[in-house]
């Protein structure tokens, strides 16, 4: 199994910034992806970016590229997301996901394995 837990979320003004970490634990020894997904309310849960084991390459969602950047550190274990130049868009529950089967496309909400709590992110106009 592995545990996530988010934190970082919060309440910004437009044009703002915020980081948000994941950090991962557990018993599992398998390689996992990790990745970021936001859920507005009544909307579904939509990818924003990741990043796959043992890899630096991000992946970015069309409507974050420019203003969002992934990293993960070198031990695997946690996560970043650092968001930029914040929209009223960009006002979700954003959740930290870690996949173990990291040969699948990262965009898919179905090729996650483990979910966190999620953190609020505010973008106030």
């Known amino acids: 199994q592995v545990q996530l837990v988010e934190s970082g979320g919060g309440l910004v003004q437009v044009g703002g910034s915020l980081r948000l970490s994941c950090a991962a634990s557990?018993?599992?020894?398998?390689?996992?992806?990790l990745a970021w997904f936001r859920q507005a309310p009544g909307k579904e849960r939509e990818f924003v970016a990741a990043?796959?084991?043992?890899?630096?390459?991000?992946y970015l969602s069309d409507s974050v590229k420019g203003r969002f950047a992934i990293s993960r550190d070198s031990a695997q274990n946690t996560v970043y997301l650092q968001m930029n130049n914040l929209k009223p868009e960009d006002t979700a529950v954003y959740y930290c996901?870690?996949?173990?089967?990291?040969?699948?496309?990262?965009?898919?909400?179905?090729?996650?394995?483990?979910w966190g709590q999620g953190t609020q992110v505010t973008v106030s106009s």
């Open positions: 996901a870690a996949g173990l089967r990291p040969d699948l496309t990262v965009r898919l909400v179905g090729n996650y394995d483990y």
């Open positions: 557990g018993r599992s020894t398998r390689p996992y992806n």
């Open positions: 990043v796959r084991w043992g890899s630096t390459t991000p």
